[in-house]
């Protein structure tokens, strides 16, 4: 929240929306969920989250 609230501030706008946002959230639930079972590292939850965020963001349509 914070982050947004600073954006605004800055721009007078609100952030651009991501169209599969909900994907990107889905994605951090499940490499995070896995570091905190033991099933991988935190570092690796890190690295696969932005790895298959970044994949996802390439192919979003961003309303700027």
């Given at each position: 929240?914070?982050?947004?609230?600073?954006?605004?501030?800055?721009n007078g706008r609100i952030p651009p929306r991501i169209s599969?946002?909900?994907?990107?959230?889905?994605?951090?639930?499940?490499?995070?969920?896995?570091?905190?079972?033991?099933?991988?590292?935190?570092?690796?939850?890190?690295?696969?989250?932005?790895?298959?965020?970044?994949?996802l963001l390439k192919e979003a349509q961003i309303d700027k």
């Amino acid at each position: 929240m914070y982050e947004l609230a600073t954006e605004r501030s800055k721009n007078g706008r609100i952030p651009p929306r991501i169209s599969n946002f909900p994907d990107l959230q889905r994605v951090l639930r499940e490499e995070f969920e896995a570091a905190w079972q033991n099933k991988q590292s935190v570092k690796d939850a890190a690295i696969k989250a932005n790895e298959r965020a970044t994949a996802l963001l390439k192919e979003a349509q961003i309303d700027k």
